[in-house]
């Protein structure tokens, strides 16, 4: 099975513009969560869709929005942007019922200039 | 609400040395538990998971946790650390009903294994 793809990698943005990050999930996952990871405020989760329907929510602004389709393929969105939400975003998806076991993708890479 | 605290952010051992990583919990309710190994520019890895069964869990690459309820710890520890150890560690724990697809992860903890 291919595992989580998340794209782009690395992404470099300037302050005001938005952005939008993809994760694909693997197959037959139908859970999808969302982690932003920082060197000072660490691994934090931001949200997490199951069947299309946001199932959890972390403490972030009203900013970041996310949605998931009908395949399960899920996007994030962050608008307005900060120097702050520069971050390694990850991806995680399980199969949304029982354990809570999460695979991870590789992240994308946001750099706010 | 769950926490997870990972004591030492950075931990040094000589190849061959056991590796003992410490993680202490905080949860309300018995909480699934786990670690996670991110090695430079990629995500994490999940090395093991505690589900309430088994009290001692083994994991990939020989690494192991045990979970003690009278501590709130689960840490991991293995009896040789290869070169190939180098990365960081994260302990998470997950919530319970409705949250238990939110992971809260600790601040991680840095290994560096010596030759």
């Known amino acids: 099975k291919a595992g989580v793809t998340q794209t782009p990698r690395y992404l470099i943005k300037t302050r005001g513009q938005q952005v939008t990050l993809s994760c694909s999930p693997i197959s037959g996952h139908r859970s999808v969560s969302w982690y932003q990871q920082t060197p000072g405020q660490g691994l934090q989760f931001l949200f997490e869709?199951?069947?299309?329907?946001?199932?959890n929510k972390g403490n972030f602004p009203g900013r970041f929005s996310g949605r998931q389709f009908s395949n399960s393929r899920s996007e994030m969105n962050v608008s307005t942007l900060e120097l702050g939400d520069s971050a390694l975003y990850l991806c995680?998806?399980?199969?949304?019922?029982?354990?809570?076991?999460?695979?991870f993708g590789p992240g994308t890479r946001l750099t706010v200039l | 609400a769950q926490s997870v605290t990972q004591l030492g952010s950075h931990v040094s051992v000589s190849e061959g040395a056991l590796v003992l990583l410490r993680c202490n919990y905080s949860s309300s309710v018995p909480p699934y538990l786990f670690w996670y190994v991110q090695y430079p520019n990629q995500g994490l890895q999940l090395l093991l998971k505690?589900?309430?069964?088994?009290?001692l869990v083994k994991g990939i690459n020989g690494f192991e946790a045990e979970f003690k309820k009278s501590e709130t710890s689960f840490h991991l520890t293995k009896p040789s650390a290869h070169m190939s150890d180098a990365a960081e560690y994260f302990c998470a724990v997950s919530g319970s009903g409705g949250s238990n697809y939110k992971l809260t992860f600790g601040k991680g903890t840095l290994l560096t294994v010596n030759p």
């Open positions: 869709y199951f069947s299309e329907t946001q199932r």
């Open positions: 505690y589900t309430s069964a088994a009290t």
């Open positions: 995680a998806s399980s199969q949304g019922q029982g354990v809570n076991e999460q695979f």
